[in-house]
């Protein structure tokens, strides 16, 4: 991490570019979670597309309200909830729906995502972007792209095992993603992860002392 003594005393200087900002990616069942997961717990901030996602489309947010116009009532749980499982089927089979549901939250999640990031502290913040494409470089200002990745064999055993999908919806989502090796072409390093989740802390904390950094 860069001495605040670095900079001449008349550059203005900006605290948060101290801090670096890596964004981390890897497709279904690659272990993306666990590894923000873990760095959440040694302290790091996590900025997490996914969990945006869920709060920009709670109810009588404007992204709620579009989706119900966009859809209908029927995207609804009881309790006005959206119903996400309900939404994914829609849209995984429909690729107009698709376009239709990212023109409604992606501006709303890269907004609320660059507000946590301004907010976010310590010398390092992560970013999960499970969808990470090269322009979001420039967009969020970021320092690297970690890719988190699995054999498609094993993303499978995960997805069927952990989250109960059944194996052809599990090959078939994983069918619907960009491969590794594409994504492996786009990103700064890639971490495999076809073991335990021990031996993935263990590469986590092997980047974390490149960057010189211990904690968040």
């Given at each position: 991490?860069?001495?605040?003594?670095?900079h001449?005393?008349?550059?203005?200087?900006?605290?948060?570019?101290e801090?670096?900002?890596i964004?981390?990616t890897?497709g279904?069942?690659?272990?993306?979670?666990?590894?923000?997961?873990?760095?959440?717990?040694r302290?790091?901030?996590v900025?997490?597309?996914?969990?945006i996602?869920h709060?920009?489309?709670?109810?009588?947010?404007?992204?709620?309200?579009?989706?119900?116009d966009?859809?209908?009532d029927?995207?609804?749980?009881?309790?006005?909830?959206?119903?996400r499982?309900?939404?994914?089927?829609?849209?995984f089979?429909?690729?107009?729906?698709?376009?239709?549901?990212?023109?409604?939250?992606?501006?709303?999640?890269?907004?609320?995502?660059?507000?946590?990031?301004?907010?976010a502290?310590?010398?390092?913040v992560f970013?999960?972007?499970?969808?990470?494409?090269?322009?979001?470089?420039?967009?969020?200002?970021?320092?690297e792209?970690?890719?988190?990745?699995?054999?498609?064999?094993?993303?499978?055993e995960?997805?069927?095992?952990h989250?109960?999908?059944?194996e052809?919806?599990?090959?078939?989502?994983?069918?619907?993603?960009?491969?590794?090796?594409?994504r492996?072409?786009?990103?700064?390093?890639?971490?495999?992860?076809?073991?335990?989740?021990?031996?993935?802390?263990e590469?986590?904390?092997?980047?974390?002392?490149?960057?010189?950094s211990?904690?968040?």
């Open positions: 991490m860069h001495s605040n003594h670095a001449g005393a008349d550059t203005p200087h900006d605290y948060r570019r801090m670096k900002r964004a981390i890897g279904i069942g690659a272990g993306k979670t666990a590894a923000t997961d873990y760095l959440g717990s302290g790091f901030s900025v997490d597309a996914d969990v996602a709060q920009v489309t709670e109810p009588g947010r404007p992204a709620w309200q579009a989706l119900r966009a859809f209908g029927a995207v609804l749980n009881p309790d006005s909830t959206l119903n499982a309900f939404v994914a089927q829609i849209v089979h429909d690729p107009a729906a698709l376009r239709r549901l990212n023109l409604i939250t992606h501006g709303q999640i890269g907004l609320e995502m660059l507000r946590q990031l301004d907010e502290s310590g010398d390092v970013i999960a972007l499970p969808l990470f494409r090269p322009e979001h470089r420039d967009l969020m200002a970021l320092d792209v970690w890719s988190v990745q699995a054999s498609p064999e094993v993303a499978v995960r997805l069927v095992v989250r109960h999908f059944s052809d919806d599990a090959v078939a989502r994983l069918a619907n993603q960009i491969t590794n090796e594409q492996a072409a786009i990103v700064d390093h890639v971490i495999w992860n076809d073991g335990s989740v021990e031996e993935l802390h590469k986590l904390d092997e980047h974390l002392r490149r960057l010189g211990g904690r968040g």
